[in-house]
């Protein structure tokens, strides 16, 4: 599986877009690049994934670089409800169906 | 999205005592469920993962004799800790999903377990 890299922590200012960075250089051809989220004690939120292409849903936005070793997670106006553990994982699309390993995240924490 | 849910949400016991924490699946049929555990100020560590009408696979360094894991149908799997001590007590997340290539695993709000 897939190595990840995140910045432990980032801020943001409410109303800004947060751009949540990640580095999956080990990647393989058919791992997705998934997003999730954690709210303090409370389960994981999926919040948007991808193979190659850009994605964009009603959360977030996912831009993955042209050699996929990187990603990008965009919120685009970032609310205090935003502040959470942003995990990004890659994941087997093959016989592992759906095996998530997460790193330590990013303690991303959005202020007034 | 997929609603996943689990039960009970909090549980307090006394060492040597067994727990069982169900994880349904609401409004899908979840042909593959993973059993997550997650220690204070740690990530999600998984501990298994089950289809539905076979055996859990379990992660390296996880007992499959202390954490029992059933699947029987498509919408309930169960986890039960087996003969609990302290060290046991944790955050205990069950996910779901179609169990297809790209799936999307979708969690449950987690178990808050605590042996006494």
């Known amino acids: 599986d897939a190595k990840t890299t995140q910045p432990t922590s980032m801020d943001c200012a409410e109303g800004r877009a947060a751009n949540l960075p990640c580095n999956h250089s080990?990647?393989?051809?058919?791992?997705?690049v998934y997003w999730y989220r954690q709210i303090h004690s409370q389960g994981p939120q999926y919040i948007i994934h991808?193979?190659?292409n850009n994605e964009t849903n009603e959360m977030a936005s996912l831009i993955i670089t042209e050699d996929r070793k990187s990603s990008t997670l965009i919120l685009p106006h970032a609310t205090l409800r935003d502040t959470a553990v942003y995990y990004c994982?890659?994941?087997?699309?093959?016989?592992?169906?759906?095996?998530?390993?997460f790193g330590q995240g990013t303690i991303l924490t959005v202020h007034p | 999205g997929a609603v996943v849910s689990q039960h009970p949400s909090r549980v307090i016991c006394k060492s040597g005592t067994s727990v069982k924490i169900e994880c349904r699946s609401l409004?899908?049929?979840?042909?593959?469920m993973f059993w997550y555990r997650q220690f204070p100020k740690q990530s999600l560590m998984l501990m298994a993962t089950?289809?539905?009408?076979?055996?859990?696979?379990?992660e390296q360094g996880v007992e499959k004799d202390k954490f029992l894991i059933n699947h029987a149908s498509l919408t309930l799997s169960t986890l039960t800790v087996t003969s609990a001590h302290p060290e046991d007590s944790s955050f205990y997340i069950c996910?779901?999903?179609?169990?297809?290539?790209?799936?999307?695993?979708?969690f449950g709000p987690g178990t808050r377990l605590t042996v006494l």
């Open positions: 089950s289809n539905e009408g076979s055996k859990a696979t379990y």
């Open positions: 080990t990647i393989s051809g058919n791992e997705y």
């Open positions: 994982t890659p994941v087997a699309g093959g016989t592992s169906y759906g095996k998530l390993t």
């Open positions: 409004d899908f049929q979840a042909t593959t």
């Open positions: 996910s779901a999903s179609y169990g297809r290539v790209g799936d999307t695993q979708y």
């Open positions: 991808g193979l190659k």
